[in-house]
């Protein structure tokens, strides 16, 4: 059906129409003028219900991009629940879970200031898709079965199995976002699978899908003192030795909700949760609340993953092949940021994209600094899950834990992505050092030191990260040092991630040094405890004078260029008291439905009016003339 003697050619061809492929498919369709697309994937156009993905909740990042980026505000707050943040839970019994009261909480307590959503994976891919066609992408309904990656700027062919015919695609630039089909990924030997290669993160999952459930079973909504926002809308994690559950809403209508587990394999092994029915009876021993919760709707299907984890060598080669979401990498789920490392790759590559067809000299440049960005910054998402196989079910180290990785997600990292930092070609070198000292040295020592208090079997308290009377003042981790929310700091630049980094480094050693007291006493002197605290303030003193620079350089920048120019266009607004007509155009629109012939278009209003009026004086004459002879004839 598709054969071509002469093959198309694109500026992208997008393998797999999966979240990956349908979101870069828009992106680039945004953000390049007339750039020609291609999109593959086996799947109907039209998804089943069967047709159901993981990757349902997303988190800031992700929000923004699909909001923001993507323009989607509307049609995510119409066709998808909303969420309301993240919420923990450890049994207070691990042998009696049957309702939320047998748990310690940490509730999301408000509505945060950048919305999230969570999100029916089959329904966003399949209307992506049509707004992405409706843009000009060429969908192909087939199956990639080969690539041929030709070095450099040479281009490249797709080989795709439509129906029973086959038919190649040239590219200039190719995208995997075939998911776990690996296409490049298997080609180029650049996977990394095992846990030598993922600081030692050895998970599997298990999963079901659940609709019309009875939510009351989890809880009523009836929290007056508690919170500010709903319970059920956030992403819930239960937790116990070695392992988490996920519990995500994903549809409101059908009140379908996805229940998963992350187990390591070190404390619970694939054979003992690898069926439905291990599952179910993992719940029913484990976390009797989500048993009930299960079984009060209607199973609409079970999946078993074996190995989650993995990631890849590269994510953008200078031979213009690129792999992203799945194809490239995914630790654990832990704080839903598969879309978010999406959300900062495919910006990335619509970059190098956009670069590179223009013909810029620094194109190459950008391809290696964003390709180092992305790897660093999914190389921290791999980290933040080391060691949770001893941590997860200590309810009172996993609070520290969560906190502190509260503290750098909602200081740094949403507003370096806000202020397209992870595009900027000076700030990336010095970010990806900084991490890289930071993951070999503190972050290894303070994770060690979580496993050490696990150990021992210490409460060192229960630390809330999304309360403001735990740590200094009202600090609290989600704030982000920079107004860039409120005065709409969204070009690149402008909102000031120096103050973000300085802040959150000096609460981080505020943090760190109650930790230490908590935990290790007077250990706390210990010289590399000593040496890890001064680190952080000396990291805080850098980011100040690096913030000094950025303000200089940047002091003439507005805020935001669209309010500068309304305010300058304002200079010259005058207060008019008036209003435009507007009877006469009634009188137009009544004419016109009873005398379309006089009456003829709007710009015959006047004329109209005026006959209107020369009729009505006419006729007020006549009367004047009939009255005045019939005084006449009755005075004689
Ligand atoms: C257990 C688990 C839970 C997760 N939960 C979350 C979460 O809550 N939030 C989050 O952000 N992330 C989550 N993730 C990560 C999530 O997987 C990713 O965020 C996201 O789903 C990846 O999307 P993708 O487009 O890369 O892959 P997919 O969604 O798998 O898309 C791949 C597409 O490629 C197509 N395809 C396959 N083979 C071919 C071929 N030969 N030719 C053409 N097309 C092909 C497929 O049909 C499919 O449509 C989770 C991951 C796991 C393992």
């Given at each position: ?198 600081f ?172 180092e960005f992305?790897l660093t910054y999914t190389r921290i998402n791999n980290h933040l899950i080391k060691e ?13 834990r969560?906190?502190q990785d509260y503290m750098w997600w909602?200081g740094v990292i949403?507003?370096m992505?806000?202020?397209?930092w992870h595009?900027?070609?000076?700030f990336i070198p010095r970010y990806v050092k900084g991490v890289q000292t930071n993951l070999n040295g503190y972050s290894e020592h303070l994770c060690q030191q979580f ?46 991630i120096f103050?973000c980094m300085k802040y959150t480094s000096f609460y981080t050693a505020?943090w760190y040094?109650?930790f ?12 590399r405890n000593?040496y890890y605290l001064f680190y952080h303030l000396n990291n805080a003193i850098q980011c100040?004078?690096g ?90």
């Amino acid at each position: 059906m598709y054969h071509t003697q002469s093959p198309e050619e694109y500026d992208v061809v997008i393998m797999g129409a999966g979240f990956v492929g349908v979101c870069q498919a828009r992106h680039l369709l945004l953000n390049i003028p007339n750039i020609k697309i291609a999109l593959i994937d086996p799947r109907p156009e039209e998804r089943t219900q069967k047709d159901l993905k993981l990757g349902e909740s997303m988190v800031e990042v992700a929000a923004l991009f699909v909001g923001k980026e993507l323009g989607l505000y509307d049609y995510m707050t119409e066709n998808h629940p909303p969420k309301y943040g993240l919420n923990f839970h450890w049994a207070k019994d691990p042998t009696k879970t049957e309702t939320t009261d047998d748990y310690y909480h940490i509730w999301n307590n408000r509505q945060t200031l950048l919305a999230s959503f969570q999100m029916n994976r089959a329904k966003f891919e399949r209307d992506l898709l049509k707004m992405n066609k409706a843009m000009g992408a060429v969908f192909y309904p087939g199956r990639v079965v080969d690539v041929d990656l030709t070095p450099g700027d040479a281009i490249k062919t797709v080989k795709v199995k439509v129906e029973d015919s086959y038919l190649e695609l040239r590219a200039k630039h190719v995208i995997d976002g075939a998911g776990r089909k690996f296409i490049i990924g298997k080609k180029t030997d650049n996977l990394l699978f095992g846990a030598e290669n993922l600081f030692g993160v050895d998970t599997g999952s298990a999963w079901v899908r659940v609709k019309n459930v009875d939510r009351t079973i989890f809880h009523n909504g009836y929290d007056p003192n508690g919170a500010t926002c709903s319970h059920y809308y956030g992403t819930n994690h239960w937790f116990g030795h070695g392992h988490w559950l996920w519990m995500i809403p994903t549809e409101k209508d059908s009140k379908e909700i996805s229940i998963g587990i992350s187990q390591h394999r070190s404390a619970i092994p694939d054979n003992q949760i690898n069926t439905q029915e291990k599952f179910y009876a993992f719940l029913k021993a484990n976390h009797k609340i989500l048993y009930w919760l299960v079984m009060s709707g209607e199973n609409v299907d079970f999946h078993y993953l074996p190995r989650i984890s993995h990631t890849s060598k590269t994510f953008f080669s200078p031979d213009n092949w690129y792999v992203l979401g799945d194809a490239a990498c995914i630790f654990d789920p832990f704080y839903s940021l598969g879309t978010t490392m999406i959300a900062f790759a495919i910006e990335s590559v619509t970059e190098i994209v956009r670069a590179k067809l223009a013909g810029e000299p620094d194109a190459e440049r950008k391809r290696a600094a964003y390709n180092e960005f992305n790897l660093t910054y999914t190389r921290i998402n791999n980290h933040l899950i080391k060691e949770h196989d001893k941590q997860l079910g200590n309810a009172s180290i996993m609070s520290w834990r969560i906190y502190q990785d509260y503290m750098w997600w909602f200081g740094v990292i949403v507003p370096m992505y806000a202020g397209k930092w992870h595009l900027d070609l000076d700030f990336i070198p010095r970010y990806v050092k900084g991490v890289q000292t930071n993951l070999n040295g503190y972050s290894e020592h303070l994770c060690q030191q979580f496993s050490e208090l696990v150990a021992q079997g210490k409460n060192i308290g229960f630390m809330d990260c999304y309360r403001a009377d735990q740590l200094l003042g009202n600090y609290h981790p989600l704030e982000h040092f920079d107004n860039f929310v409120e005065n709409t700091k969204l070009e690149p630049r402008r909102c000031n991630i120096f103050a973000c980094m300085k802040y959150t480094s000096f609460y981080t050693a505020i943090w760190y040094a109650l930790f230490l007291w908590k935990g290790f006493g007077f250990g706390l002197l210990k010289p590399r405890n000593l040496y890890y605290l001064f680190y952080h303030l000396n990291n805080a003193i850098q980011c100040a004078i690096g913030e000094i620079i950025y303000k200089r350089f940047t002091k003439d920048l507005p805020a935001n260029s669209q309010i500068a120019k309304m305010r300058q266009e304002f200079t010259t607004y005058r207060h008019q008291p008036q209003l435009q007509k507007w009877i006469e155009n009634v009188e137009v629109s009544v004419g016109k439905e009873f005398n379309r012939s006089v009456v003829g278009a709007t710009t015959n209003a006047p004329r109209v009016v005026r006959e209107t009026k020369e009729n009505n004086s006419s006729f007020h004459s006549s009367l004047f003339t009939f009255s005045l002879l019939y005084t006449i004839y009755r005075i004689s």
